[in-house]
């Protein structure tokens, strides 16, 4: 099991920035696909975007492609979510996850990540 902790969450006004960090400890890192995923109030968790083990492919929710980027540092154990122009509607809390196994193909499907952060809170004011 890989604990993961967030950072970075906050109150922007619209089309400010923020860049959420989720560090993690407890495995090999750089083995596990790594993923965001926000849930908003009264809403279902979603996928917002992933980055592969290998050669760092990403992928996004079209929700946020564009203006949302996220990348790893594997010598600090660390995922990073880049998020531009935000919007009111990508309020929600932000969770960072884990695969649930090493080297396997991207993924973005929630039941496919098997450790989850606490969450930070974003805040986008219009």
């Known amino acids: 099991q890989v604990q993961l902790v967030e950072s970075g969450g906050g109150l922007v006004q619209a089309g400010g920035s923020l860049r959420l960090s989720c560090a993690a400890s407890g495995r090999t890192f750089s083995s596990y696909t790594m993923g965001w995923f926000r849930q908003a109030p009264g809403k279902e968790r979603e996928f917002v975007a992933t980055?592969?083990?290998?050669?760092?492919?990403?992928y996004y929710a079209d929700s946020v492609k564009g203006r949302f980027t996220i990348s790893r540092d594997n010598a600090k154990n660390t995922v990073y979510l880049q998020m531009n122009s935000l919007k009111p509607e990508d309020t929600a809390v932000y969770y960072c996850a884990a695969d649930a196994t090493p080297f396997g193909i991207a993924t973005i499907l929630r039941a496919d990540f098997g450790s989850w952060g606490q969450g930070t809170q974003v805040t986008v004011s219009s």
């Open positions: 980055i592969s083990w290998s050669k760092g492919r990403t």
